[in-house]
């Protein structure tokens, strides 16, 4: 990684998860693509995640093979926004499979110039943990990687504090994010940054307790000493929607200071946030629309053409669209459509 890229990633990055645009057909829609990754350049992101979750693992697949379109486009955009703003924007791909399919695409992400890859241990239950720390050193011997606590709703599976311990030992990891949806375990990551004495970003992808991960320093007494770690950034799904508005309170949070006082007003927002996630990643139905209700928001403002997923049988739950109007209504200073609005303007969408 390239040491502006790595600078900006340790101070802490706004970086969202980039969902799939397809057309009706469920096919790859790569003009509707360039715009919505356009639209999170134009937001102010510090970077983009691709081939991830939010992006659906199926585009690896045989009958599908977008993987390497998809990286392709989307650094495309990232590399023409770069030249033209002169921002250092940090491009990650998604890692996953076996040791020799992570392997794999972690070369054509070097191959094509991402700065580091988000390594999932999704799918994976059967392996040691011994195994996925080997995993993730020959990874990390191709690419930098940020090293992944994924929640079990969505495939993920309880680590041990020894575990995360020899992750950030490893010296290509320069990043872990955690998205465990839980605080005991949060605390875990954070502790084993904290005494790794390595440079490793921690960053939330815990998409229910966003803004309070991103204003807590965490605080371990060992040996006479004091060992603390704060939350430098976020890669995030739910910063697929709404993102403008994310993008302005990610920025205060940020110029706020380390000891700067958390007035009343944060933890309000932080449960609005929090509410307004509930039903964009269907928390009702066991997260089973997580990805279409990112969807439903961009279709509603334009900015995708419908909420199909790769997977017919992947769409909203029951009541979930009913619940995405409800914290509209409750919450209207979290939306963007005003901004997306004249962004769909100046690129010339009716």
């Not at 940090?90 to 499979?97: F, K, S």
């Not at 939350?231 to 709404?242: E, I, K, P, R």
Request: net charge negative; aromatic share 10%.
């Amino acid at each position: 990684m390239q040491a502006k890229a790595k600078d900006l990633l340790l101070e802490g990055a706004f970086i969202p998860a980039l969902p799939l645009v397809l057309n009706e057909k469920r096919q790859f829609d790569e003009a509707g693509q360039r715009r919505l990754i356009r639209y999170y350049l134009a937001c102010g992101v510090d970077g983009i995640a691709v081939a991830v979750h939010t992006t659906q693992f199926e585009i690896r697949d045989p009958g599908t093979r977008l993987l390497e379109k998809v990286l392709e486009t989307a650094l495309d955009e990232i590399e023409a926004y770069r030249g033209k703003s002169g921002r250092t924007i940090l491009a990650v791909a998604g890692a996953c499979g076996p040791v020799g399919q992570a392997r794999e695409e972690a070369r054509l992400a070097k191959e094509l110039g991402y700065d580091a890859v988000l390594l999932s241990p999704g799918g994976l239950e059967s392996e040691s943990e011994e195994a996925l720390i080997e995993r993730t050193k020959r990874v990390a011997d191709i690419i930098d990687v940020v090293g992944f606590y994924l929640q079990q709703a969505v495939g993920g599976r309880i680590f041990s504090y020894q575990y995360w311990e020899a992750i950030c030992a490893i010296k290509g990891v320069v990043a872990v994010k955690c998205a465990a949806f839980n605080r005991y375990l949060t605390i875990d990551v954070a502790r084993a940054i904290a005494f790794s004495g390595r440079e490793v970003a921690l960053y939330t992808g815990n998409d229910d307790n966003i803004i309070v991960d991103l204003l807590t320093e965490y605080r371990f007494q060992e040996d006479g000493r004091v060992y603390t770690v704060r939350t430098a950034g976020g890669l995030l799904g739910h910063w697929a929607v709404w993102t403008h508005t994310a993008v302005e309170i990610f920025r205060r949070i940020k110029e706020r200071g380390a000891n700067a006082a958390i007035e009343p007003e944060w933890l309000t927002l932080a449960a609005q946030i929090t509410d307004a996630n509930s039903a964009f990643f269907d928390v009702a139905g066991g997260f089973a629309g997580c990805i279409a209700g990112i969807h439903q928001v961009l279709f509603r403002q334009g900015l995708m053409p419908g909420i199909w997923c790769l997977d017919p049988d992947e769409t909203l739950s029951p009541g979930q669209r009913e619940e995405i109007d409800r914290v509209y209504r409750q919450y209207p200073h979290l939306n963007d459509d005003a901004f997306v609005a004249e962004f769909l303007r100046q690129e010339g969408v009716k």
